[in-house]
């Protein structure tokens, strides 16, 4: 895969700020990170994604990064993994890997 070809579509569409107030902390809106991603990979990769799985308590930390799981639908797996670029919870992709 090439990361860097897609990657800038895609932070585009993650500049959004997905954060939400939760429990005092501000935490990524896991949902709508889900969402931007799939449709995202599926618009400039031109695969068909059946899921995409974010951490549901991520807290927004400037540099922080975590993983999202993939599930494409011919059945094979990736990860996507995302930092954060700031407090307003703007994101980079970092790494994009499909399982075999």
Same mark, same amino acid.
């Given at each position: 895969m090439n990361?860097? #070809?897609?990657?800038g ?5 993650l =500049? !959004?700020?997905?954060? &939400?107030?939760?429990c005092g902390? $501000? %935490? %990524?809106? *896991?949902?709508? =990170?889900e969402?931007?991603?799939?449709a995202?990979?599926?618009k400039s #990769?031109?695969?068909?994604? &059946?899921?995409?799985?974010c951490?549901?308590d991520q807290?927004?930390? =400037?540099? &922080? $990064?975590f993983?999202? *799981? !993939?599930?494409? $639908?011919?059945g094979?797996?990736? $990860?996507i993994?995302l930092?954060i #670029?700031?407090?307003? &919870?703007?994101?980079d992709?970092?790494g ?5």
């Open positions: 990361l860097w #070809r897609f990657s579509a895609l932070a585009l569409l =500049a !959004l700020a997905f954060a &939400a107030i939760g902390d $501000t %935490i %990524i809106d *896991s949902g709508k =990170a969402d931007t991603i799939q995202s990979l599926e #990769r031109h695969e068909k994604i &059946a899921a995409v799985n951490p549901t807290k927004v930390v =400037a540099g &922080a $990064t993983t999202c *799981s !993939l599930d494409y $639908t011919d094979k797996q990736g $990860t993994t930092k #670029r700031n407090s307003e &919870a703007d994101l992709v970092v994009l890997k499909q399982n075999k």
